[in-house]
């Protein structure tokens, strides 16, 4: 996997060269096993301890080069003029872009950490000098950023390739593309700067063949085929997989129907999996999602790394998904999980199961599959971002506001901003929902404007009542009592708020600790026996448990419950008569039911509901459910619980054998 650190300007002049840049770095995490993150913006002209936290465990810096400021050398400074000797002059010839240093300083000490470099750089600044004048970069042209991805996408798809376990995909079957529509876009093919002998790579092939069907140059593309597959025409099966590749190409770029092409290239090699992938992806396209899904795991069983075989099947089970089997589609990523799994295929079969659930529009797997693949790779912002917003749609606005909390440290867009604040909002903090709005605004976001607009009309002026009241005690005679009881209302909302947001957010970890112990005991194989009958306590009582089949467990039980009544003469009469009358004692029965079952493997969901008999009501009155889901420990003795009461309030307990 490349793990990128970017390194860039954050001044207004380069935000949006940046921003596209940025847009295509994500779009790349979705079609590349390909992760990036920056420093935000922290301002600094020196190589900062934030930074270099930054670049731990990366292995790719990518330097931005904008222009700065402009440059001479010194013997090329003209005379000044005798009558304004402040003033030198130059040549414009000898003038030159310079460049922001420090992220040149950033990039010493990324090579200083064995770090790869490659530099994006503004075709107008001088010539890198020093250490990096011999790293390897892709010019570019402010306003035309996207001509140089071809390039970019070459670069990296070469790096993937010296990375142990790199699938195919990302380098040689779904081009990123950024947020314009393909038409739109009609990008050069940039000419990597290499020596002249230097043997162009299938990758430089792929690439530039992409960019012309693009262009629609016609004569460019058949020129390319025809050399790439005179390149490889000793090798029968690179020639099938090149046609393939191709084939696939015109598909995505020009939306020719393909399905044919492949199935003759399958004939000519069958157990190709790149052949059997591509056939797959155009099965789904014409909606045959079965059959897709089947193509897909016979392509996983002739991939030679895991990581490929992995994601075939990923893709299998979305497609299963698509069609409506939700049991196929999850068994056959369940069945990749093991206890002694490595931590990024873990990560890479939650991520996937989450991605299936979501299609599945399950909401209760989504969020669980989704926390367990954030604790294996917690620097997954787009899976993030899914959650906190799936969190906002349940109402479950605490745990919206812990992930977008996190999401802003590392990703501070626009979004992610208004977001927080919409969560804050909703959690009845105004002064701090006025707060993220107005920092969501600085990136303009019209949807925060127009939120803020509303928080101002409704309450929570914080930070305008401050500006106005130090403005108001600027005077001499201002009112002091007026001026003071706004000052303390001011630091009381500000303490208050502080006070809810830590309420909100206390019981937070215990959620997402049941939650990633939940995804692990529904995900790995254990079978629920007669063991798990018998008497349990719990804090509604004592249950006899039941096992049924179809995994269901029930029971029941009775209680006796004693009513006090004194009849309504004695009440009549009491203020008149010597002696009061003793209340009768009038029993009544009350029953719990205890419903549930065996979700999978090691989870169960059940409901608690009592059932009263009064003795003034002659039916039984059913009182509040009590909703929970439950980890059966391994040793089948004891059941960790969750439940919600009836004002979803959650609390966490035990069942215990008797």
């Known amino acids: 996997m490349i793990k990128a650190f970017v390194g860039y300007s954050f001044s207004k002049e380069d935000k949006p060269t940046t921003d596209k840049f940025k847009e295509y770095f994500d779009s790349l995490t979705k079609n590349m096993d390909f992760q990036w993150e920056d420093a935000q913006e922290t301002q600094i002209k020196s190589l900062s301890d934030k930074v270099k936290q930054k670049m731990e465990g990366k292995n790719l810096f990518i330097g931005i080069i904008t222009k700065k400021h402009i440059e001479i050398e010194g013997d090329k400074i003209l005379l000044p003029k005798f009558f304004n000797k402040d003033k030198c002059i130059a040549l414009k010839a000898n003038c030159k872009w310079g460049v922001s240093y420090w992220i040149i300083q950033e990039s010493g000490y990324a090579i200083a950490k064995c770090m790869r470099v490659l530099f994006l750089i503004e075709d107008v600044v001088k010539e890198l000098q020093g250490l990096q004048s011999d790293i390897e970069y892709i010019p570019f042209t402010r306003g035309n950023e996207s001509d140089c991805y071809p390039s970019l996408n070459t670069a990296l798809g070469n790096l993937l390739r010296e990375i142990k376990g790199v699938g195919a995909r990302a380098a040689t079957e779904e081009p990123a593309v950024d947020s314009k529509t393909e038409t739109e876009k009609k990008p050069k093919v940039e000419e990597p700067k290499k020596d002249k002998t230097e043997e162009k790579s299938e990758d430089d092939y792929y690439w530039e063949i992409y960019a012309a069907l693009y262009q629609k140059d016609e004569d460019k593309v058949n020129s390319l085929k025809e050399e790439i597959l005179n390149k490889v025409k000793g090798d029968n099966n690179k020639t099938i997989e090149w046609q393939g590749k191709i084939l696939n190409l015109e598909s995505r770029v020009l939306k020719k129907n393909i399905l044919d092409g492949l199935m003759e290239l399958d004939r000519k090699s069958p157990n190709n999996p790149s052949i059997l992938s591509w056939i797959a992806f155009e099965l789904e396209k014409y909606g045959n999602y079965k059959d897709a899904a089947e193509k897909y795991l016979t392509s996983a069983q002739y991939e030679k790394t895991n990581f490929d075989r992995l994601f075939r099947i990923g893709y299998a089970s979305e497609a299963y998904a698509k069609n409506k089997d939700s049991e196929k589609a999850l068994d056959i990523l369940l069945n990749e999980l093991k206890e002694d799994l490595p931590k990024e295929e873990g990560f890479r079969i939650y991520r996937y199961l989450s991605d299936t659930v979501k299609i599945l529009k399950d909401d209760d797997l989504f969020i669980v599959f989704a926390e367990k693949s954030l604790s294996l790779n917690p620097s997954d912002d787009s899976l993030r ?31 992610n901003l208004n977001n927080l604040a919409v969560a804050y909002e909703r959690l009845e903090m105004p002064g701090k929902a006025v707060q993220f709005y107005r920092e969501a605004v600085k990136y303009d976001s019209t949807i925060s404007m127009a939120n803020l607009a509303q928080q101002f009309l409704n309450a929570g002026f914080i930070e305008e009542a401050n500006t106005e009241l130090k403005k ?15 000052l303390t209302r001011i630091e009381s909302m500000t303490k208050s708020e502080d006070e809810k947001e830590k309420k909100a957010l206390e019981n937070i970890e215990n959620i997402r600790q049941f939650k990633l112990e939940y995804a692990e005991a529904y995900s790995l194989p254990f079978i629920i026996n007669d063991g798990l009958q018998g008497k349990w306590g719990t804090r509604h009582g004592e249950f006899d448990l039941n096992l049924e089949s179809g995994n269901i467990l029930r029971a029941e039980r009775e209680e006796i419950v004693s009513e006090s009544t004194t009849g309504l003469l004695g009440l009549a009469l009491q203020p008149y008569l010597v002696s009061t009358p003793q209340p009768k004692e009038n029993a009544r029965k009350k029953k719990i039911f205890f419903e549930g079952r065996i979700i999978r493997n090691r989870v169960l969901g059940y409901k608690i509901r009592t059932e009263e008999g009064s003795s003034r009501q002659s039916l039984l009155d059913s009182l509040p459910v009590i909703s929970g889901i439950g980890i059966i420990n391994k040793a089948m003795n004891a059941i960790k619980v969750m439940e919600t009461d009836k004002d979803k309030k959650t609390s966490f307990h035990e069942f215990v054998r008797k």
Not at 397 to 404: D, E
Not at 473 to 485: F, I, L, P, S, T
């Open 385 to 415: 971002f899914d959650l906190a917003y799936k969190y906002s749609e349940l109402s479950e606005h605490a745990l919206s506001l812990h992930h977008y909390k996190i999401l802003i440290k590392s990703n501070p867009t626009g979004a």
């Open 472 to 486: 108001a005690m600027g005077y001499e005679n201002y009112e002091k009592d007026n001026v003071g009881r706004a």
